[in-house]
């Protein structure tokens, strides 16, 4: 950690590092002023630094400048996208240069038969399956926020999303990245063809938060449409008999394309929120789709129902068209906007255990936010045993914050004690990072340390975040907490 | 071939202790891929095999690196699965060398089935890699840096492999229509080949669709794909295995979607970006910074 006090102790003053940028980009793609910095100093965590300025490139050129010129000044820099992020991972260092890739928009090409495009890492999600739509493709992952979410930030954090039970997460659909790594050289990691030489570059950096580069050009892999769809929503009086019936369908060699679970708490919300008829009396919904050929479907929507007759099922509701599939795909996406009508704020949770442990984790979720005297929701991919604990609360009562982290950590070891893992989809950012020895011994960290420093000897790539500190070093980054944030 | 989790513990570190922390170490499994690099002085080890845990209703599997491939999927058929391996081998030896079978289009790279493994360092310790559930992005993905790292970052001791639904219904497929005619008009197909003459396709699925859709493709019924010529495998873009239109039909099968191309003749020489080649050199510096972890085995032969 001495690096990282000597380089701050080199920081150079604000106007020469601003002035250097400025020479190096247009003006107005350098911005130091208060609004910006405010704005840019928290992503969609509880978390906030405080950036020394933010740079929008507008090309790989661009984002090469940009890491020079930190090289140069021995400055921290975040590469940056939506900002949707939940773990704190756009969160800036103290001092650090934010990269935004948001104006970095264009779709480069598109291979519908091979089933390949290249883009550029500020290009929305939804986005870019909504333009491609007409090609009988689509880019899988698909996070709740795909809406406002980048296929950058998507790389960075290895993203998932409802649909990611039977097609995989982000890596599964990268084929090769186009990167500006830490010391500003350029590069193409991975490849278009199926078995690049060497080591898997492009599977490390995917996932790895901002702190192995920046991705400046992304060829992803895309899914053809399915054929046929039927999404399905069944309710249970008991939350454990709908918890159970997601390990029988996958037992039973089904993989759907998606298993959500929403409790009570939130069926209420939602239903209030968009009217779409949902089970409101009952404990907790399964949202289940199923795609591919039509005999397929058929099959196994009626081996669904076999099961879920067989864990006391109440409604089995099947969407009759699109516009009542969307209706209910509406409720589980717009879940989290509709919990402001229970309480002003709220933390959002992501942790993954065995599917097998669905029913007693959430017993012990439900058992803390109590101990806790702490409104929880439930809302999540069942499928993967995603969990997505959501505590709603007044931010403005005193000590509650207090008792939300402590939840949140509860759960967290809850999780990790079932067999599970501290991240499904969120990442580990600030947030976990310094939960990570809950999964990891000092042998294993130090591995992961490893192939960090060998992207980024210097260590200003996305500092601090992911990996915790080694006991006793005491001088990292100063992120402070926001009052004020969306989350919190 | 079952072994119960304190076996395996046990078995992976006596298998960390022949490792050891001093001399050149090569890890061997069946030789079916070929083989351990081997020379004079360098020990040989192997690592544990035998099945841990089946746990369908996870999709997920325990094994030791040294189970032989086929022994994984004789175990998974039982409870209606399998995994996107190649077959024959061991599961370590698979993932290492890291190349995936011809049902890749629909299954799959092998690169992403490995969830967690113990691998051996070069400082003979046993490092966790990834976690247990399919769903995971704690920390740096250091599983997908091992699948094709051909043993010169660390030896695979155990891994948490994800599985599949074993098809119930499939069949294979033939026609003489061109290959991307017939890869636009299936839905999903498994696998489609193509030796510049004939077209193969496999399909799985409920046995209704699956006639169907052949017949919409213009597909007749065939006993299974061609075989595969061994002498070189070629890597390349999917859209670019159009070059093959110039090659004599029969000297080669190519993955089309995927761009293997199974050949007769030498691959095109590859050439590695040099900031590639750099970043290759810092990564086994850091992992093996004496070089004993397969001495010799070029991971990037552009470089």
């Known amino acids: 950690m001495r690096l990282t006090t000597r380089r701050r102790s080199r920081v150079a003053p604000e106007s020469t590092l601003v002035e250097a940028l400025r020479q190096r980009l247009r003006p107005d793609q350098v911005r130091s002023g208060a609004t910006e910095l405010h704005l840019y100093r928290h992503d969609a965590s509880n978390l906030a630094g405080r950036a020394e300025v933010v740079c929008f490139a507008e090309s790989a050129d661009d984002v090469r400048a940009v890491v020079e010129v930190a090289n140069e000044h021995g400055v921290p820099f975040v590469p940056r996208g939506s900002g949707t992020g939940l773990a704190g991972g756009a969160v800036p260092p103290d001092g650090a240069i934010v990269i935004s890739t948001t104006k970095m928009d264009r779709i480069i090409s598109v291979d519908p038969l091979n089933r390949v495009a290249w883009v550029e890492p500020g290009v929305l999600n939804l986005d870019l399956s909504t333009r491609i739509a007409h090609l009988g493709v689509h880019f899988a992952p698909d996070p709740s926020s795909q809406q406002t979410c980048s296929i950058g930030g998507n790389v960075a954090n290895n993203s998932g999303g409802p649909h990611c039970l039977a097609d995989g997460v982000t890596s599964a659909h990268v084929l090769a990245v186009e990167a500006v790594l830490a010391d500003g050289s350029v590069t193409v990691l991975g490849g278009v063809d199926p078995e690049p030489d060497g080591y898997d570059l492009r599977g490390a950096f995917v996932g790895s938060e901002g702190m192995f580069g920046v991705a400046t050009k992304v060829c992803v892999k895309l899914t053809e449409n399915p054929v046929d769809v039927a999404t399905m929503l069944l309710d249970f009086g008991d939350v454990a008999d709908g918890a ?30 968009i009217h779409a008829g949902l089970p409101v009396d009952q404990a907790a919904a399964l949202l289940i789709e199923v795609t591919g050929l039509p005999h397929d479907v058929a099959a196994q929507v009626a081996e669904i129902r076999r ?19 969307a209706l209910l795909w509406k409720g589980r996406k717009s879940a989290f906007g509709a919990i402001a009508n229970i309480k002003p704020n709220y933390y959002l949770h992501d942790t993954v255990v065995p599917r097998h442990r669905l029913p007693d984790v959430l017993e012990q979720v439900y058992e803390i936010a109590e101990r806790h005297e702490l409104l929880v929701l439930n809302v999540f991919h069942a499928g993967d ?74 260590g200003l790539a996305n500092p601090d975040k992911v990996l915790p500190s080694p006991a006793g070093c005491g001088d990292r980054h100063t992120v402070a907490s926001a009052a004020d944030g969306v989350w919190v | ?131 247990p559930t399919v769903k995971n992005v704690s920390g740096f993905d250091l599983c997908r840096l091992l699948v094709g790292s051909h043993g010169t970052l660390g030896f695979l001791g155990d891994v948490i492999l994800r599985t599949r639904p074993r098809p119930v219904n499939q069949q294979w497929f033939r026609s003489d ?32 669709d699956v006639v169907e859709r052949a017949a919409s493709a213009g597909m007749e019924p065939t006993d299974g794909p061609p075989a595969l ?11 670019e295995l159009a070059v093959l239109r110039d090659h004599e039909p029969g000297t080669f099968v190519a993955e089309i979607g995927v761009g293997i191309v199974h050949h007769t003749g030498p691959a095109p020489t590859r050439v590695a970006d040099a900031t590639v080649v750099d970043l290759h050199d810092r990564i086994k510096a850091e992992f093996d910074p004496t070089g004993r972890l397969n001495p010799g085995v070029a991971v990037l032969p552009g470089a």
């Open chain 1, 385 to 458: 045993g995603n969990l997505h604990p959501l505590l709603v609360y007044d931010a403005t009562e005193p000590g509650v914050t207090e008792r939300v982290h402590a939840a949140g950590h509860e759960i967290v070891r809850a999780s990790v004690a079932a067999g599970g893992v501290l991240s499904g989809e969120h990442g580990i950012g600030l947030e976990k990072r310094d939960l990570m020895p809950l999964m990891f011994s000092d042998v294993d960290l130090a591995a992961q340390a490893a192939l960090r420093r060998a992207f980024d000897p210097a």
């Open chain 2, 177 to 208: 229509r061109d290959p991307w005619a017939v890869l636009g008009d299936l839905y999903r197909p498994t696998s489609v080949l193509w030796d510049g003459a004939t077209t193969w396709a496999l399909l799985d699925g409920h046995p209704a």
């Open chain 1, 307 to 325: 099961l879920a007759v067989a864990r006391s099922v109440g409604g089995v509701r099947v969407a009759a068209d699109d516009e009542e599939r």
């Open chain 2, 1 to 131: 071939m079952g072994l119960n989790g304190d076996e395996l513990d046990e078995q992976l570190r006596l298998f960390a202790h022949e490792v050891g922390d001093v001399d050149p170490v090569t890890v061997m499994g069946l030789g079916s891929r070929g083989g351990a690099p081997g020379g004079p002085g360098v020990r040989t080890v192997r690592a544990p095999a035998g099945i841990g845990w089946v746990q369908p209703a996870e999709m997920t599997i325990r094994c030791g690196a040294g189970t032989p491939v086929d022994d994984v999927d004789d175990v998974l058929a039982e409870h209606g699965q399998c995994i996107a391996f190649p077959p024959g081998g061991t599961i370590g030896g698979a993932l290492a060398v890291g190349r995936s079978g011809v049902r890749r289009l629909g299954w799959g790279p092998i690169r992403d089935t490995l969830l967690q493994t113990r691998y051996v360092s070069a400082a003979g310790d046993l490092v966790k890699a990834g976690g």
């Open chain 1, 244 to 273: 159970q019936l997601v390990s029988d369908i996958i037992a039973a060699g089904i993989v759907p394309a998606a298993v959500e679970m929403m409790d009570q708490l939130c069926l209420r919300a939602v239903e209030a929120f």
């Open chain 2, 229 to 239: 010529p061994e002498a070189a495998r070629w890597s390349l873009p999917a859209a």
